[in-house]
């Protein structure tokens, strides 16, 4: 038996195999042959330890999981002990992709070949997971309120300036477009009744009660939810969140309730420039094209809308900051395997996020006109 690879350490019940040199790819055919000394002999246990490996790689993570699974399958428990972060971690993506594809393969094992009870399945497990997701964050949200010296105040401001003041050119410059585009469209309809002036009612109230901040919440979610699932998915599968984990601090205290708090700081102040944008480029071809002064706009405006009309529209904004920021953080937080998976939840965080914001602008529309408001 090749000793460079392992050596073996064994009584009537137990067997030890310490792993040694490099358990890599170029030595596969060499580690398979070796392992296959490793006997079941009626032992009950089989721990694999790092005893003195140097390097082990994606390959030879496989050999040595092949082997216990074989050990297994003769009635022993397996199990790994010892191996240093950067050697466990290939020994962790392996044994998480095959439970995946056995938990499927059993699903579809045990279903009837129906599309719809598989579908069925399928959205009541990610609904439990998201259901599960949502619960952890509001723990920490609850926590945070009862301990505040426990927040992260320093990155809940440098999340306020990363989605909030680092935004407001974007936001800005897209809602003034909107409010020119408004303007524009609105005039060579209402043009033909003579009732130019009003353009100005068309473009105050839509941009006040529905533009602005709707807007606002879409460039933030393509900007700062897709930005919030980037980076808490990178450091998942960098295993710094395991690292927060054994210094004893709380993930979600410590990177989901800042961005969440920090969002909600920021999605209503940029709401505030999206509006004064919005009515800015009403204003621009009010005054270019329309004959309309500055003094004929703003005093339309004071008349034709109220402080109600900017509220309706101001009170959307934490609401939907909330629900960009759990979006984002929670697509974020499930990414666990690979850069491709990263990706994908990336951008269903964005699309997630958006659709969301359509859903409850749609409800807060409805719930405002039975409130008669």
Sequence with gaps: MPVNYFTLDSDARSLTVSLRDNWTFQNVSALQQALEEVEHNGVDQVTFQCGGLQKIDIAGAWVLFRKSQQLEGHGALTEFKGFKAAHFK????????????????SIEASAPAG?????????????????????????????????????????????????GARAIPVVVVISFLMGVVLAYQGSSQLQQFGATIYVVDLVSISVLR??????AAIMVAGRSGSAFAAALGAMKLNEEIDALRVMGLN????????????????????????DFAGLAGGLLISINMLDISFTQFTERVASSTSMQDFMVGFVKAPVFALLIATVGTLSGMQANSSAEQLGRYTTMAVVQSIFLIIVADAFFTILFSKMGI
């Design 210 to 215: 529905e533009m602005g901040v709707l807007l």
């Design 251 to 274: 993930p979600n205290q410590v990177l989901v309730l800042p961005r969440i708090l920090g969002l909600l700081i920021a999605l209503p102040l940029l709401t505030i420039f999206a």
């Design 115 to 163: 599309f719809v009870q598989n579908g069925i399945e399928r959205i009541g497990r990610a609904s439990v997971s998201v259901i599960e997701d949502v619960g952890h964050v509001a723990r920490a949200i609850l926590e945070g309120m009862r301990s505040p010296s426990r927040l992260a105040f320093r990155e809940t401001l440098r999340q306020v300036d990363q989605a």
């Design 90 to 105: 290939y020994l962790k993506n392996i044994t998480e992709v095959t439970s995946h594809d056995q938990a499927a393969d």
